[in-house]
């Protein structure tokens, strides 16, 4: 989904602009009780230049002005943003977008209204979570109670995203089941067995197993596994590398896998080594994207998903309708 930005109503500017030009009205106030202004005026010599009368006038129009400019920056640049996972806070244009609290979270929703907030269509909402005391709460903003309702449909639906997801599994657990919707088998990462040779075209169908899990609903994927089920390791991969051992085999998969998908989706991914009977076999769990994920290949970036126990790719036409519906806009 793309951010939405919600700014607070005009009438939150309203009420921040009677506060802040009552403050600024007590200055001139203030002066007048606590010095002789007007005497202090004459007495450095500005009287002869600019009357006192035109100089007190500028002088309060001028606080007029800078109340009404602070009580419009306090208004506009806050902001609150919808995001793809949560609710976020930005205090002003560079300010840091900090969240506030992720959808999951969420566990109840209400909106809290004056009777004049009711008739002038603004409110606030109390985002309550599990065993918290205090809600995240989103303060004057307009049409708060379709806000509110925004905001349960992304809760229910990351509950949702998340009740679907692959769940964790044994490698042994994996091996057991065979290959499916959640499961793939890959015999290396760029060893061909055919060829008995390094590779690295290989790279490919891994990288587009990985973006098609992404794109779905998560899954697992085993590498060093013939489509049989049989382990075969990861061995065969070190022998074209310049560290040959497991760290030299993570650190190519990540080049691979930061060019391939990008570096900024390596968290929706979990590695590790399982070792049996001397071979060692990758596992790799991956989790649902928030967002569309595309593989770089061949200088052209292709759209794959999860069909039965299958990765297919997508037409422009299948992955546009498909990306509307699985992520939203």
């Known amino acids: ?108 929703i209400k909106v809290e209204q004056g009777p004049l907030a009711r008739r002038l269509g603004y409110g606030s909402i109390a985002l309550l979570r599990s065993g918290q005391e205090h809600p995240v709460v989103i303060k004057d903003i307009s049409d708060p109670l379709l806000i509110a309702e925004n905001i349960e449909g992304l809760a229910q639906k990351a509950i949702d995203d998340h009740r679907q997801a692959a ?59 013939d489509d049989e089920g049989n382990i075969l390791g990861v061995e065969a991969d070190l022998q074209g590398m310049k560290k040959p051992n497991l760290d030299g085999w993570e650190n190519v998969f990540n080049l691979a896998f930061n060019s391939m998908i990008g570096v900024a989706y390596r968290r929706l991914i979990e590695l590790e080594f399982y070792e049996k009977e001397a071979r060692t076999v990758c596992h790799i769990f991956v989790r649902p994207a928030d967002r569309p994920i595309f593989l770089k290949e061949n200088n052209t970036e292709k759209f794959y998903i999860r069909a039965g126990n299958a990765s297919q790719p997508l037409r422009f036409s299948e992955a546009a309708t498909y990306i509307q519906a699985r992520f939203g806009n």
Do not use: C
């Open 167 to 225: 769940p964790p599994k044994s490698v042994e657990t994996l091996l057991a089941e065979g290959e499916s919707q959640f499961v793939e088998y890959k015999s290396s990462l760029m060893w061909d067995y055919r060829q008995q040779r390094i590779n690295k075209k290989l790279y490919t169908p891994v990288m587009k197993s990985l973006a098609a899990f992404m794109n779905s609903r998560g899954g697992h994927l085993l590498i060093g596994v």
């Open 1 to 108: 989904m793309q951010d939405k930005t919600l700014h607070q109503s005009p009438f939150s500017f309203l009420k921040k602009l009677i506060v802040i030009e009552i403050v600024f009205a007590l200055i001139p106030v203030i002066l007048l009780l606590t010095v002789d202004v007007e005497r202090f005026y004459q007495s450095i010599g500005l009287e002869r230049s600019v009357p006192f009368v035109l100089m007190w006038t500028l002088f309060v129009m001028l606080l007029q002005i800078l109340a009404v400019s602070a009580a419009f920056v306090a208004w506009y640049l806050p902001r609150y943003v919808l995001n793809h996972d949560g609710v976020y806070f930005r205090q002003g244009a560079g300010g840091v977008l900090k969240k506030m609290i992720a959808y999951p979270q969420i566990s109840d």
